[in-house]
């Protein structure tokens, strides 16, 4: 791999618990990668060793085929989970203070700093204390910060939450730009739509391991399919007797079926047909939303289990598990 | 947010040049001042600090005034070379009198009476009388004392047929030979001890001001999170050390407003009458123990900061520190004044912990040898380094852990 950024093992354990172990996948340049995974599953540990803020008990980080080290890291663009930012110094002298750290000259820092808080929509805030803006203002103020030194890398945790949907766009658009000029760019994310229309690929974490990474396509071509019947005139349970077939859940009159290898459609369409009138009649690839419950669901210990018949949840979040055992 | 897609610059990888520690350093430095300074509490702070020396001078210039005192006593014209004698005998007693003649001594009572003199001399001139509104004031007891003891001297002098005169100038010219066989210990003035004892105020002030001043600047960067972007781009010592050196900065140029303020005043409203070197001199050697007293202790700050990660647990964890500082200056405002040469305080101010507070004061009182100058001098440079690594060391591994307090032990190993 050429021009990549490249996590190779990464371990990280707090005491016995195990953060992270053995991660590894690479974001190649150019590209959008979303990763995803349950809360606690291991994203920001990763991050924060890419940026050094915590080291890792083993594994490296490299660009380039070289280890990350400081120099590397200044030409990173990171937004931190717990954002961060001088609660009492206006945006713009905070935003020049950063980019002049990442080794900018004062002019170009607040050229810079112009340009992308015109472009953030927080340009009339210049001259305000962080402290007095609005939390979603403080959030454009902080993507700010991980843009302003024109980095050559993008390690973003969470960018879009708090964020208005027409920031959403922007922030969209800008990540889009960055990966088009061939800066790598990784963020973390529980918008999984959002993830699915953004990234090239996605990584999904479960207990600190890499459980699925890939393309958008692979990842969703590699999940069950599921046929979606509507069948107004059906009784409840129509299709629970046909042969390979599991109802994965009804959602008005809509019936979504997951079906055994091997077992013909055509038999599930002629029950459908027996019982009255079908208006649509469709096989639907997952959603990453859909995969993810999925893996999520199915990983009860942190074994690689594919059963998705009698889901536990892997940690409290029973709506999670109940969404997930119904299907879409 | 604008939906036009305005172009953003984008140079070659790697194309920013890294910036020197040195320029990290002075760009850390110069955020702490330029916030500081702009701050209102710094203002505040340092001019009700020098409102407060104006008025101790003023003050300490009532008080000596009041001191004093001037007595006027009247004479009648049977007693006016008696009160010759009186004004040359308050005299040796460092007593000012005046006298004020009066026609006789019903005039002189009724003056008494009113109080426009002190007292009045009656009788016939050999043997001394004196009449006073109710009570001799203690000053003018001694010089009648006096007095009156020489009256009673002369007069037997001349019975004895000698001359009062010549036995006099005899007793002034009587001296008492003093061969020392040690140099005596310089005895501080009064004003020098006061100019201790608000040494000791000022770098102790200082220094807790800006020692917490750094402790609360740490934890403000960990409770907002920022450190976690600093630390990207920036070593933790170097951060460190920028924020020492510039919050430094900041209490150097508070003490030299303030002392200097301070030694002004004290020349311009006379409350100061010491030779201007020694007031220099302690302006000069404040500044410099400031510099290493802040050093030492700003770094300790910093360390204990690194441990929590909320303002209201600031107080709790830089105590152990501020113990050292509030152990020197009170011993040394409490036993330096009244023993400026306590052999024990001397011992005390050469210890690196203890020298930042003591020894400003005891160089403003009476001096300090050049030995233990050295000795405490060399105490410093050698724990400045020293604190930079451990300090260093702790801080670089507490500050990224946020939440509850870090444990030292656990500060000692990396996160």
Redesign the interface.
């Known amino acids: 791999m050429a021009t990549a950024l490249e996590f190779d093992k990464i371990t990280k354990r707090y005491g016995r618990v195990v953060a992270v172990e053995d991660l590894t996948f690479d974001v190649p340049a150019g590209q959008i990668l979303g990763f995803v995974g349950s809360n606690g599953a291991g994203k920001t540990t990763t991050m924060?060793i890419a940026?050094?803020?915590?080291?890792a008990d083993a594994g490296e980080v490299r660009w380039n085929n070289r280890a990350i080290d400081?120099?590397t890291?200044?030409?990173?663009g990171?937004m931190?989970e717990?954002?961060?930012?001088?609660?009492?110094?206006h945006v713009a002298d905070q935003l020049v203070?950063?980019a002049?750290?990442?080794?900018?000259s004062t002019a170009a820092a607040k050229?810079?700093v112009d340009?992308?808080t015109?472009?953030?929509?927080v340009a009339e805030r210049r001259d305000d204390d962080v402290q007095k803006l609005s939390l979603g203002n403080q959030q454009?103020v902080q993507l700010a910060?991980a843009?302003v030194?024109?980095p050559?890398i993008l390690v973003l945790d969470e960018p879009f939450s708090g964020l208005d949907p027409?920031?959403v766009?922007?922030m969209s658009?800008?990540l889009r730009?960055k990966a088009d000029?061939?800066v790598p760019v990784v963020f973390s994310s529980h918008q999984l739509d959002l993830v699915q229309r953004l990234c090239d690929r996605v990584g999904i974490v479960q207990r600190g391991r890499m459980v699925a990474n890939g393309t958008v396509d692979e990842l969703r071509s590699s999940g069950p399919e599921v046929l979606v019947v509507e069948a107004p005139d059906a009784r409840p349970g129509w299709a629970a007797g046909i042969p390979g077939v599991t109802v994965r859940g009804q959602s008005g009159i809509r019936t979504h079926l997951e079906l055994a290898p091997g077992v013909d459609d055509q038999s599930v369409l002629r029950a459908a047909l027996a019982t009255g009138p079908v208006h649509e009649f469709g096989r639907r690839r997952p959603s990453l939303t859909d995969l993810f419950r999925h893996i999520v669901s199915s990983d009860p210990a942190g074994a690689n289990g594919t059963s998705v018949s009698h889901p536990t949840p892997p940690f409290d979040d029973a709506t999670t598990a109940v969404a997930a055992s119904q299907g879409v | 947010?604008?939906?036009s897609?305005?172009p953003?610059?984008?140079?070659d990888?790697?194309a920013?040049?890294?910036?020197s520690a040195r320029q990290?350093i002075g760009?850390?430095a110069k955020?702490e001042l330029q916030?500081r300074l702009k701050s209102k509490a710094f203002r505040i702070a340092t001019v009700i600090s020098v409102l407060i020396l104006v008025a101790l001078a003023i003050i300490a210039k009532l008080v000596s005034g009041s001191s004093s005192s001037v007595v006027t006593v009247g004479v009648t014209p049977a007693t006016t070379a008696l009160g010759q004698q009186l004004v040359a005998a308050a005299k040796t007693v460092d007593q000012t009198v005046h006298t004020q003649p009066v026609p006789d001594d019903a005039t002189g009572r009724a003056e008494v009476r009113s109080g426009n003199l002190d007292g009045l001399l009656v009788g016939d001139g050999n043997s001394v009388s004196v009449v006073v509104k109710t009570d001799v004031d203690s000053d003018m007891q001694s010089a009648l004392q006096v007095l009156a003891g020489e009256v009673a001297l002369n007069q037997q002098i001349t019975s004895l047929g000698g001359n009062p005169a010549t036995v006099g100038a005899a007793i002034a010219s009587a001296k008492v030979a003093v061969d020392p066989l040690e140099p005596p210990p310089a005895k501080p003035q009064s004003q020098q001890i006061a100019l201790g004892i608000i040494a000791g105020i000022l770098i102790y002030i200082s220094l807790m001001m800006s020692g917490q001043l750094v402790a609360q600047g740490v934890v403000?960067?960990k409770s907002?999170?920022?450190?976690?972007?600093?630390?990207?781009?920036?070593?933790p010592w170097q951060l460190m050390a920028g924020k020492v050196l510039g919050i430094g900065l900041v209490g150097l140029t508070q003490v030299l407003i303030i002392g200097l303020s301070g030694v002004a005043v004290g020349f311009a409203t006379g409350s100061l009458s010491i030779p201007a070197s020694v007031a220099a001199s302690t302006i000069v050697w404040l500044l410099a123990w400031f510099v290493l007293g802040f050093s030492a202790y700003a770094l300790a700050f910093a360390a204990v900061g690194a441990l929590v990660s909320r303002q209201e647990d600031v107080a709790s964890t830089v105590t152990p520190v501020l113990m050292f500082l509030v152990i020197g200056y009170v011993l040394g405002v409490s036993i330096l004044p009244s023993s400026p040469h306590s052999p024990f305080m001397a011992v005390l101010s050469m210890i690196p912990l203890f020298a930042p507070t003591m020894m400003p004061m005891r160089i403003a009182m009476t001096g300090v040898p050049a030995w233990q100058l050295a000795i405490a001098l060399a105490g410093m440079i050698v724990v400045i380094p020293l604190l930079v690594w451990l300090s260093g060391r702790i801080y670089r591994n507490a500050v990224?852990r946020?939440g509850a307090r870090v444990r030292l032990s656990d500060a000692w190993r990396?996160?």
């Open positions: 924060r940026l050094g803020v915590l080291a400081l120099d890291r200044r030409q990173i990171y931190p717990e954002r961060g930012l001088y609660p009492r110094m203070y950063l002049r750290l990442h080794g900018m050229r810079s340009i992308w015109e472009r953030l929509g454009r910060a843009l030194y024109d050559a027409v920031a766009d922007v658009g800008v730009e000029q061939g | 947010m604008t939906t897609t305005t953003t610059p984008r140079v990888f790697g920013l040049p890294p910036a990290v760009l850390v955020r916030t403000e960067e907002s999170r920022v450190v976690e972007l600093l630390l990207a781009t920036v070593r990224v946020s990396p996160a």
